[in-house]
């Protein structure tokens, strides 16, 4: 594999800005950057990285901090599977999610609760997931292997919801009657 060249991020915030440290911090993990130690991010080296943390070096010294931005070439260490391991954690969760929206649903079968106000409920929890996983599926820079699982846990999720809503149809009188009791 070809040697990457990364992008290491020192932001520093002042003492008395926790909020501004957390939007920071917050930012970054949405971008995809890992930690490799307390204060130090990396991305992959990226004009669309550079530019994301000259936005957050800005930021951080119009509130008086300061940031400093180097490039780098590690001689050891596979940071390319730290950043699959932190990828892999977070598509981990949302299969978890995935399941308990999969368990939420056959409660709701179970008990009968057929009504429009559980499935647009369950609707706007898939939407939530749907959008989790195209976040993490944009910050996943090195395929990792967790994507198709988290994938195929969302098409299960869609494929409940879309029973689940035939039966809620089929009790308003909207469809003719698939199954409900």
């Not at 911090?25 to 991305?43: K, M, S």
């Not at 990226?46 to 490039?71: C, K």
Request: aromatic fraction near 8%; hydrophobic fraction near 50%; glycine fraction near 6%.
């Amino acid at each position: 594999m070809e040697a990457l060249s990364w992008l290491l991020f020192l932001p520093q915030a002042p003492a008395t800005s926790s909020s501004l440290r957390v939007q920071i911090w917050r930012h970054l993990r949405a971008a995809g950057a890992i930690t490799l130690q307390n204060g130090v991010w990396v991305l992959p080296a990226s004009d669309a990285h550079v530019q994301f943390l000259r936005q957050e070096e800005a930021e951080l010294a119009a509130h008086g901090g300061t940031a400093w931005l180097f490039t780098a070439m590690p001689l050891d260490g596979d940071l390319v599977e730290r950043f699959r391991s932190e990828r892999d954690r977070e598509y981990v969760e949302v299969v978890e999610r995935c399941q308990g929206l999969r368990d939420e649903l056959a409660r709701e079968t179970a008990a009968g609760k057929w009504t429009f106000a559980e499935l647009e409920e369950n609707e706007q929890d898939l939407a939530k997931l749907e959008r989790w996983l195209a976040q993490i599926r944009a910050r996943d820079f090195f395929a990792a292997s967790g994507a198709e699982a988290a994938a195929a846990a969302l098409a299960a999720g869609r494929q409940a919801l879309t029973a689940f809503a035939q039966v809620v149809y089929a009790q308003e009188g909207i469809l003719p009657s698939q199954g409900a009791d």
